[in-house]
Nanobody, 124 residues
Framework: QVQLVESGGGLVQPGGSLRLSCAAS????????IGWFRQAPGKEREGVSC????????YYADSVKGRFTISRDNAKNTVYLQMNSLKPEDTAVYYC?????????????????WGQGTQVTVSS
């Protein structure tokens, strides 16, 4: 079955950390740029971060820059999003998706595959 599966979400206190995983099955992640998106209740979907398939270029939204780090392990067919110094405004469902491209200043459009999402709640 071809799919992306996110994991690692949960409830964390402000200032805490979580690491999200985006694991691919049924296809090879190597050839895809991968993006992380989030959507909070009543808000539009926001592109958070991405990583390219070729040169490892990464992009971060201003809202997460300096706090989140994206990485990929092609041997494990997985992309990670390390989230530190979490804030209540980071609360959302986080999704990973294959995207058209990723540059340091541009997160491309989602294309072939989406995950089902994982809930992140930052609250004391």
């Amino acid at each position: 079955q071809v799919q992306l599966v996110e994991s690692g979400g949960g409830l964390v206190q402000p200032g805490g950390s979580l690491r999200l995983s985006c694991a691919a099955s049924g296809f090879t992640l190597d050839y895809y740029a991968i993006g992380w998106f989030r959507q909070a209740p009543g808000k539009e979907r926001e592109g958070v971060s991405c990583i390219s398939s070729s040169d490892g270029s990464t992009y971060y939204a201003d809202s997460v820059k300096g706090r989140f780090t994206i990485s990929r392990d092609n041997a494990k067919n997985t992309v990670y999003l390390q989230m530190n110094s979490l804030k209540p405004e980071d609360t959302a469902v986080y999704y990973c998706a294959t995207i058209s491209t990723c540059y340091s200043d541009y997160l491309g459009l989602p294309n072939d595959y989406w995950g089902q999402g994982t809930q992140v709640t930052v609250s004391s």
